[in-house]
C-alpha cells in the first residue's frame, strides 16, 4: 500500500470516528448504569475508585546509612562516578555465616554479582554469570543469609 493511500485511509477512518461522537470510558470512571450487564445483578458495576497502586519513588527511598565502613563509601562514589547501569546497582547489607556481608547487585545479563565482607575483601560472586548461579563459592547465600538491609542504590 503507498503511503499516500495509508495516510488517505486513516484520515477516512478518524473522520468518519468523530462524525459519530464515540465517547471512551477508563475503568476509572463511573458507570452508565447500575451493572455491567443490565441482564444480571451478580456483575457490579465498575467503581470510580482508582485501582492504580502507587509506586514509590526510587529517589525518596530511605536507606541505611549507619556504619557505612569507609571502604564502602569509597565504593559508592566509585560507582556514582562510572555511566549508570541497567538496572541501577544496589548494594544490600546482610548476615552470612555468623559475619555482615555486602550485597553488590550486577549490571546485566549473565554479570556476576558480588558479594564483601565487612573489610571490603571479595567473598564470592553469588549469582549471574552464563548459567546464573554465580562462582560456586558461596552456594548457599540466598538460603542462608539474613536481615537483609537496603544500603544504597543509585538514584540516577
Known sequence: ??????????????????????????????????????????TPAPTSTATNIPVPDAAVATFDTTARPPWLQAKIQKLQAEEKSNPPTQIFRY????????????????????????????????????????????PDFTKERTNEMLVWQDPR
Not at 109 to 129: A, E, I, K, M, V
Open 1 to 42: 500500500m503507498k503511503l499516500s493511500t495509508f495516510v488517505a485511509a486513516a484520515a477516512l477512518l478518524l473522520t468518519t470516528a468523530c462524525q459519530h461522537k464515540l465517547a471512551v470510558q477508563t475503568p476509572n470512571d463511573p458507570p452508565n448504569t447500575g451493572t455491567t450487564n443490565p441482564s444480571s445483578s451478580l
Open 95 to 138: 548476615r552470612y555465616r555468623n559475619q555482615v556481608v555486602y550485597y553488590e547487585t550486577g549490571p546485566c545479563c549473565d554479570q556476576f554479582t558480588n558479594l564483601y565482607d565487612s573489610r571490603g575483601r571479595l567473598l564470592c560472586h553469588p549469582d549471574g554469570g552464563l548459567t546464573g548461579k554465580g562462582d560456586g563459592n558461596c
